[in-house]
């Protein structure tokens, strides 16, 4: 183990000394495990697709060609086999009922669908409590902007939902105990993002190909985020619904990003000393290469249930 983790540091290095433009999505990967790619390989494959429920008012399915003379509509409380997400719809089976069009599989506009936590196996949902939350930047349209200038405008998620593995929840929630305890009630963590589908990274990736900023998955090699296996968490502090000052934003590719960043004035660098704390005291690895950007050990398995 202790190679793969001089191998990481190693990767690490490398890209900051080669990369004068910071952010290191690329650098978030965790250690390749090529040994083992069955392992990994075989249960994203079988988890990919979750149950949801359509809900009031029905749901209108297209077809993979969003024809759009080839529709049908579906009752309220129809059940849905969910796929990925992607502009605005998600994909699934065709109802037998549906014969407006032949292709097997079809999509269906995201809001129409509900789904529950407990379709997320492995998984347990973070919700917004009174210290903390939920405010996924990816299921938003400003998504890898740097100086006002967004690469992707569309969201990646169609749902504000944080989910991780278990203990990583719980780790979460003790770290913005700690928070307040520290700076008092007025203050929250903030979940930017937690659980991220295997396909979004490799959506990133498709919208994004420079990896300089984007992470490539590579499912045969195993090579994945640990945000794919619920391991990571991107998080800042708010205080009266407002983010703090840490001197770069969320995702912004510059070299501010990076922990010991230079140029930052004293608040922003007691801001990331602040959050770095309370998740260390909560059990957390830090990122130099991510202020936002905090991991838990060991590597479960990456999935691919859609959000
Ligand atoms: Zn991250």
Same mark, same amino acid.
């Given at each position: 183990m202790k190679t793969k983790i001089f191998a990481l540091r190693a990767l690490h290095a490398v890209s900051f000394t080669a990369l004068a433009l910071a952010a290191c999505q690329a650098s978030e990967n965790d250690e390749a495990e090529s040994s083992d790619t069955t392992d990994v390989f075989n249960p994203i494959e079988r988890s990919s697709t979750i149950e949801g429920t359509v809900g009031a008012g029905g749901a209108e399915l297209r077809d993979m060609l969003f024809n759009p003379k080839a529709k049908c509509t579906v009752p309220a409380g129809t059940k849905l086999a969910i796929g990925k997400f992607q502009d605005g719809f998600y994909k699934t089976t065709r109802p037998a009922s549906c014969t407006a069009f032949g292709d097997e599989a079809a999509w269906v506009f995201a809001r129409s669908v509900s789904i529950p936590s407990s379709s997320y196996r492995g998984l347990v949902e973070v919700r917004t409590n009174t210290s903390l939350a939920v405010n996924m930047n !990816? &299921?938003?349209?400003?998504? *890898?902007?740097t100086f006002g200038k967004c690469l992707i405008t569309s969201p990646l998620y169609a749902q504000n939902r944080c989910f991780l593995r278990d203990t990583v929840a719980r780790a979460l929630n003790t770290a913005a105990f700690f928070l307040q305890r520290d700076i008092g009630a007025s203050a929250k963590l903030r979940a930017l993002d937690c659980y991220r589908p295997a396909y979004v990274q490799e959506r990133m990736w498709a919208l994004v190909p420079n990896p300089t900023w984007v992470a490539r998955l590579d499912r045969r090699a195993g090579n994945y985020s640990k945000h794919n296996r619920g391991h990571a968490i991107d998080v800042s502090i708010e205080k009266g619904g407002t983010q703090l000052d840490f001197g770069s934003q969320f995702? $912004? *590719? #510059? +070299? +501010?990003? &990076? !922990?010991? &960043? $230079?140029?930052? #004035?004293d608040t922003q660098r007691a801001n990331r000393e602040l959050l770095r704390s309370v998740m260390e005291r909560a059990g957390f690895a830090p990122y130099d290469g991510e202020w936002w950007h905090f991991s838990w050990q060991g590597s479960p398995a990456p999935l691919d249930l859609p959000l």
């Open positions: !990816y &299921a938003g349209n400003k998504i *890898f902007c995702d $912004e *590719f #510059t +070299r +501010r990003s &990076a !922990y010991g &960043a $230079e140029g930052l #004035t």
